[in-house]
T-cell receptor, first 112, second 114 residues
Framework: GEDVEQSLFLSVREGDSSVINCTYT??????LYWYKQEPGAGLQLLTY?????DMKQDQRLTVLLNKKDKHLSLRIADTQTGDSAIYFC????????????FGKGTTLSVSS | DGGITQSPKYLFRKEGQNVTLSCEQN?????MYWYRQDPGQGLRLIYY???????QKGDIAEGYSVSREKKESFPLTVTSAQKNPTAFYLC?????????????FGQGTRLTVV
């Protein structure tokens, strides 16, 4: 079955880098996603990576994928207080069209 | 502006009553989804629909029902059979099937059973 695991909390200081980790189990997933949720709001897509890639960089965001270990990470450089939110890792499951299977989310707390 | 709209933002229901959550999109997306979010549980898939007049159960469909009579609309009914309905409900849509289609989310409806 499909399962996505994330650590629940991460606390960093403003200006430091944040690294949020995720593991998934479905080896057939070809796209993996990172979403951000601010309090009381819906989810916003931050970035995604195709499974034949090892790394993708988008401004302050770097996604690393280790397909052998089924490990995905999101690095946020120069973390700001506005980055405080819940970050969800997700994989797409072919049997459900593009329905996404989400991890439990990592709450990132940034202190100044 | 194109987008996906959920209403209402907050909803209160008495025990034993059915209640319907609205989800409308004007993105011309074929696929629509309902997720439930509980603290520390992440998002769990309730129902999804890949095309009009067709829908499939997700992981936690018991106590819920949906319809997809129009492409733009995918209402979710929380029935009295749902044992623990208090939660944050999120609706999403995407272009359709295919490997990489971004899912767009509504702002959510917080349902409280009183």
């Amino acid at each position: 079955g499909e399962d996505v695991e994330q650590s629940l909390f991460l606390s960093v200081r403003e200006g430091d880098s944040s690294v949020i980790n995720c593991t998934y189990t479905d080896s057939s997933s070809t796209y993996l996603y990172w979403y951000k949720q601010e309090p009381g709001a819906g989810l916003q897509l931050l970035t995604y990576i195709f499974s034949n890639m090892d790394m993708k960089q988008d401004q302050r965001l770097t996604v690393l994928l280790n397909k052998k270990d089924k490990h995905l990470s999101l690095r946020i450089a120069d973390t700001q207080t506005g980055d405080s939110a819940i970050y969800f890792c997700a994989e797409s499951i072919m049997q459900a069209g593009t329905a996404l299977i989400f991890g439990k989310g990592t709450t990132l707390s940034v202190s100044s | 502006d194109g987008g996906i709209t959920q209403s209402p933002k907050y909803l209160f229901r008495k025990e034993g009553q059915n209640v319907t959550l609205s989800c409308e999109q004007n993105l011309n997306h074929d696929a629509m989804y309902w997720y439930r979010q509980d603290p520390g549980q992440g998002l769990r898939l309730i129902y999804y629909s890949q095309i009009v007049n067709d829908f499939q159960k997700g992981d936690i469909a018991e106590g819920y029902s949906v319809s997809r009579e129009k492409k733009e609309s995918f209402p979710l009914t929380v029935t009295s059979a749902q044992k623990n309905p208090t939660a944050f409900y999120l609706c999403a849509s995407s272009i359709g099937t295919g490997q990489n289609t971004e899912a767009f989310f509504g702002q959510g409806t917080r349902l409280t059973v009183v």
